[in-house]
């Protein structure tokens, strides 16, 4: 006679319910992680804006310290994606930048040109990224 001996059955596997939570929430939040970067983190590939119109602006004087005054023209370099821009808030920023500072000082070319780059991002500002560069059209002081 034989005798055969049955095998042990394996042990019950119970899942758990913290398991399959934290499976699940770690399932929901590299969604949420994937989302987020496709929507807002993933790079759109245009890069620096393109230029557009080149809206030249009437020339203004500014005060200047001294009793001097700086005629200032000027022209925007817009955006490919700028509509319709109004100048002035342009001629705005170009008294706040200019106003009251001594002639010598705004012949400078360094100088000049640091105020110029002062302008261009106050207007890049103001006007949400729709103007990119500013050209002097006019400068002279008197």
Sequence with gaps: MTT?????APPEQTTSGKGRTVAIA???VGLLAGAAWF???K????????????????AIQVNLAGG????????LQLTTAAEEVDGSKALDSAITVF???????????????????????????R????????YFTEYVTQ
């Design 4 to 8: 055969s001996v049955a095998a042990p």
């Design 26 to 28: 770690l399932l929901v």
């Design 39 to 41: 929507l807002v983190l």
């Design 43 to 58: 790079p759109t590939g245009d890069g620096e804006p393109k230029p557009g119109e080149v809206a030249p602006l009437e």
């Design 68 to 75: 001097h005054y700086l005629r200032l023209g000027m022209a």
């Design 99 to 125: 106003s009251g500072l001594p002639v010598e000082e705004v012949t400078k070319p360094d100088v000049r040109e640091t105020l110029r780059q002062q302008l261009v991002e106050r207007l890049k500002e």
């Design 127 to 134: 006007y949400h990224g729709e103007v990119m560069e500013v």
